[in-house]
């Protein structure tokens, strides 16, 4: 796993590729996007409506079909910028645990 996520290296013959699509949106049935929570609209907007972020509400997702199952804390070694955490016991995003956070930090 660590040696596809640090080459990059996609197959579509093998992995699952969606979008492009957007990162929000504010019409769920109409348009689905990666975020869900009106919460994630609203920020995404708003920091993308900023001057000069030059951030576009666009994203593809590779899921790759492998064996090993994906775990985030495997890569966070990988991260070399400075990096925000934010461990929240009450986070609304999909999937989002405090204790895979506190490992990945950790």
């Known amino acids: 796993?660590?040696?596809?996520?640090?080459?990059?290296?996609?197959?579509?013959?093998?992995?699952e590729i969606v979008g492009p699509m957007p990162v929000v949106w504010d019409d769920?049935?109409?348009?689905?996007s990666v975020l869900?929570?009106?919460?994630?609209f609203r920020w995404f907007i708003a920091y993308g409506n900023r001057p000069d972020t030059h951030?576009?509400?666009?994203?593809t997702l590779v899921r790759p079909k492998r064996p090993v199952q994906w775990y985030p804390g495997l890569?966070?070694?990988d991260v070399s910028c400075p990096t925000m955490f934010v461990v929240?016991?009450?986070?609304?995003m999909p999937r989002a645990t405090?204790?895979?956070a506190r490992d990945a930090y950790e």
Do not use: F, H, L, Y
């Open 1 to 15: 796993m660590q040696q596809m996520v640090r080459s990059g290296a996609i197959d579509p013959a093998k992995d």
């Open 28 to 32: 769920q049935d109409r348009r689905p």
């Open 36 to 40: 869900k929570p009106v919460t994630a």
């Open 55 to 59: 951030w576009t509400n666009e994203v």
């Open 75 to 77: 890569c966070a070694t």
């Open 88 to 92: 929240s016991p009450e986070d609304e």
């Open 98 to 100: 405090p204790a895979v």
